[in-house]
């Protein structure tokens, strides 16, 4: 298919928001431009998409490797009791008992669970040492997005001397 975009996405293709937007963002190797995407559809596990503008071969293959984003304004509404992670980086983590743990940098999966990658207002992080808290119902005791806020059920001391 002449032109057209393979895309791998990082959950069933089926279920991806890319389907059926009218414009992407693709980021990468000095790239940050906005797609006119004018069809994409479901091919096997990837999406395929024809892009307006791009008709050749060599133009598709100049844009491997990139990052396809989307508008956080297109997303559908999250069901309830679900978040979207990047609604999640900004919010202050606190325990029961008000401590400030951190504010949420990113949201990362390491295999099992995601995790919360924290960092202490005015603390500069070195890159080594991480404020990790895993992000599952166990530990994360109440997520508040209008409120800006996250409970958890962690301590302060539990990342001394790493």
Not at 61 to 76: D, Q
């Amino acid at each position: 298919m002449r032109g057209w975009l393979r895309i791998v996405p990082f959950n069933d293709p089926r279920d991806s928001i890319l389907i059926g937007q009218p414009g992407w963002w693709l980021r990468g190797r000095g790239i940050c431009r906005l797609l006119e995407i004018e069809q994409a559809r479901v091919h096997g596990d990837e999406i395929v998409a024809k892009v307006g503008g791009l008709d050749d071969r060599d133009s598709a293959e100049a844009l491997k490797g990139c990052e396809v984003l989307v508008s956080r304004a297109a997303f559908p509404g999250a069901a309830p009791g679900e978040v979207y992670w990047i609604d999640l980086i900004g919010c202050s983590v606190r325990n029961p008992a008000g401590e400030l743990l951190g504010v949420v940098a990113s949201v990362e999966e390491f295999g099992a669970d995601p995790v919360l990658r924290l960092d202490l207002p005015g603390e500069a992080t070195d890159g080594k040492s991480a404020r990790l808290i895993p992000l599952v119902p166990a530990y994360v005791l109440e997520v508040d997005l209008p409120g800006r806020r996250i409970v958890a059920d962690w301590q302060a001391d539990y990342w001394e001397g790493t």
